[in-house]
């Protein structure tokens, strides 16, 4: 089945803004989070502006044919032989981390005149080896996510000028499935269908990218970390925290092993790292981090149907995922004794500062979500973010339905 191409305006507009410079686009993100279906996109855009065929070059690396008995001098001279010459050549090289010592190949392209590179790996690491010291200064990096909300529901062909829509229950569908391209496409299938293809999704992560490349010969122990942290999204943990209460369910992993197992979930774009500043001492602390997931549908097949993470942490992943999409820097809040969900640098560089809640219903919980903004003395803008349908502003801080915050342009 042909996944349906949602047009990325974001995503697609970063492309386009680098168009012709010279300057290595590289797309980064979890495998299926759609790196593919921007980057032909993108190559549609270019014959539809009348680049000609001939000036494009777009290679699949995870199509065998593409990499096998390949090695990078054999490729950079077989793309090379094919450039137009005295015109742009846009040359596209997807999942590029298949093809060993790559850096070789987009350095020597990088080289030569009149072309216009992108490539996308599903490996932060691309960026952390060889290549990030070739290529210092001369790339820019534009990391991918799955489906926002919005996109979800724009995939689903739902009208969001219909002002009756129950965007709870529309909600409900976005978590409890997944919000990867390919996996909305099978929702006309069933449910079913989207828990076999997560969970072959995340074995081919946890295989290839992961237990293979890093030699990880435990893989019950990697499985008991990953279940852990997902069972523990929006808290704060560290390997030394994982490490004793694996231990007191009798699973002994020390806590050195498992900083070294959640860089590579981190690496892989499973879960997203999220440091603590203290807002008082205006400093990053190095300790207690939280973790988010990148899809919450994975929760299914991590922690099983009954989602032990509750409602409130969900919807905190939801709007953490969202706020990297952006464009924002994300740090979670200290306060003394406070926590704020979360404390954001904009585009502008300029600070925000948002509190997440699933309801503010009863009056304990409205006074403990407000009062941790309040407590912050400075001007910035404050959010509360819940669903509840009526909103009420206090002493300056914005309460936002969270379903329409998240649908906003």
Not at 54 to 71: A, D, T, V
Not at 106 to 123: C, F, K, M, Q, R
Not at 330 to 338: E, I
Not at 368 to 389: C, G, M, Q, T, V
């Amino acid at each position: 089945m042909n996944e349906k191409k949602i047009r990325r305006k974001y995503y697609l507009d970063k492309l386009l803004s680098y168009k012709d410079k010279d300057i290595i686009k590289v797309v980064t993100g979890l495998r299926r989070s759609g790196k593919s279906t921007l980057l032909q996109i993108f190559r549609d855009d270019l014959l539809k502006e009348k680049v000609s065929n001939k000036q494009i070059q777009f290679y699949n690396f995870e199509l065998p044919e593409n990499f096998l008995n390949k090695s990078w001098d054999k490729l950079y001279f077989e793309i090379k032989e094919k450039l137009q010459p005295n015109r742009m050549n846009y040359i596209f090289l997807d999942e590029i981390q298949n093809i060993d010592e790559f850096e070789k190949l987009v350095d020597g392209l990088y080289a030569t005149e009149n072309t216009d590179i992108y490539i996308t790996g599903s490996n932060a690491n691309l960026l952390s080896s060889e290549l990030a010291t070739l290529l210092s200064g001369r790339y820019i990096e534009i990391s991918i996510l799955p489906f926002s909300f919005s996109e979800y529901l724009q995939c689903r062909n739902i009208d969001l000028s219909n002002k009756y829509l129950n965007y709870e229950a529309l909600f409900y569908d976005y978590v409890n499935e997944t919000s990867l391209p390919k996996g909305v496409d099978l929702r006309e299938e069933g449910y079913d269908k989207i828990y076999e293809y997560l969970d072959a999704l995340y074995n081919t992560i946890v295989e290839k990218d992961i237990t293979q490349r890093h030699k990880i010969y435990d893989k019950r122990a990697f499985g008991n970390l990953v279940k852990f942290l997902a069972r523990n999204i929006g808290n704060q943990v560290s390997p030394s925290s994982i490490s004793k209460a694996l231990k007191a369910d009798n699973q002994n992993i020390h806590h050195n092993t498992i900083e070294k197992y959640i860089e590579y979930l981190v690496e892989s774009f499973v879960f997203y790292r999220v440091n603590r500043f203290d807002i008082k001492g205006k400093k990053q602390l190095a300790t207690l981090e939280k973790y988010y997931i990148v899809d919450v549908g994975l929760l299914n097949v991590l922690v099983g149907r009954e989602r032990t993470s509750d409602r409130g942490h969900i919807l905190e992943n939801i709007v953490y995922l969202e706020l990297l999409r952006r464009g924002y820097k994300v740090w979670t809040g200290r306060l003394r004794n406070r926590e704020v969900d979360f404390i954001v640098k904009n585009r502008n560089g300029e600070i925000e500062y948002y509190q997440v809640s699933w309801e503010i219903s009863n009056d304990e919980t409205k006074e403990r979500e407000f009062a941790s903004l309040e407590a912050i003395k400075d001007n910035y803008p404050k959010f509360l973010l819940s669903k509840d349908a009526f909103t009420q502003n206090r002493h300056g801080i914005i309460h936002k339905n969270v379903f329409e915050w998240l649908i906003e342009k």
